[in-house]
């Protein structure tokens, strides 16, 4: 463990409970950062009393949120989110990011398009010129994923298919992951696009357009980086 990491990943985790609200309705994200988050949320809301209610975006967080006395609600009852708070595997200078390290893309992806505001959290690690260093994580069925696979590899990635000991890694939604590992990412919309455009994908890593902050552990200090500013 680098705890000069754990550490700027709780320093932001920390920042991100100023920008939570009484009465708001909450997008948890999923990874070690956003666990700080949680932590730190179930603390606010006994010691501060105020009424909050969260949709996570795994099985993995659902379970650290109850643990945490974090009360909880779906995408059924509540459709619009007023804030999302969640980490990334890389964020780039327009913050774009590259997502699903821990393999919840799919479903933060859904609350990031749904929420109003989306703030992630990092460690000054994930900072990148260019995204790609990061392997491209991507969703997809596994009815046929050997073909999805050379799909993919004909967009010049060299891809891997996800495992966690030993087995093949499965998503909260059934589907496998494959890791994708391109040169530097030159047009992440574009990509995006095209990739999500083959049969047998469901979702990919790419964030585009969807964040309006980034609050960044740098040493002791947090950065707080605003969409147009600061960049
Ligand atoms: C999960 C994610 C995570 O946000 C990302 O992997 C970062 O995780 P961590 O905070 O553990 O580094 O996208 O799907």
């Known amino acids: 463990l680098n705890w000069q990491r754990e550490k700027e990943k709780r320093n932001a985790a920390f920042k991100a409970i100023e920008y939570v609200e009484e009465g708001m309705v909450l997008g948890l994200g999923t990874g070690t950062t956003v666990y700080y988050f949680l932590k730190a949320l179930g603390k606010e809301i006994k010691e501060s009393h105020f009424k909050i209610k969260c949709v996570p975006s795994s099985v993995e967080t659902e379970k650290i949120a109850r643990e945490f006395g974090i009360p909880l609600t779906t995408l059924q009852e509540e459709r619009v989110l007023d804030l999302t708070v969640d980490g990334a595997d890389e964020v780039d200078k327009a913050f774009n990011l590259i997502k699903g390290g821990g393999g919840a893309l799919l479903r933060e992806k859904l609350l990031a398009s749904n929420s109003k505001k989306e703030i992630i ?89 969807l964040v309006d902050m980034v609050l960044v552990g740098e040493g002791d200090e947090v950065k707080v980086l605003k969409k147009g500013k600061g960049k």
């Open 121 to 209: 959290i990092v460690d000054s690690s994930k900072l990148v010129e260019k995204l790609g260093g990061f392997p491209l994580p991507v969703e997809v069925v596994q009815f046929g994923v050997e073909l999805t696979k050379r799909k993919l590899e004909g967009l010049g990635a060299k891809v891997e298919h996800r495992r966690k000991e030993g087995e093949l890694f499965v998503t909260d939604n059934g589907n496998y992951i494959l890791d994708c590992q391109f040169a530097a990412i030159e047009e992440p919309k574009k990509l995006e696009t095209i990739i999500n455009l083959i049969p047998g994908v469901v979702e990919n890593g790419l964030f585009v357009g």
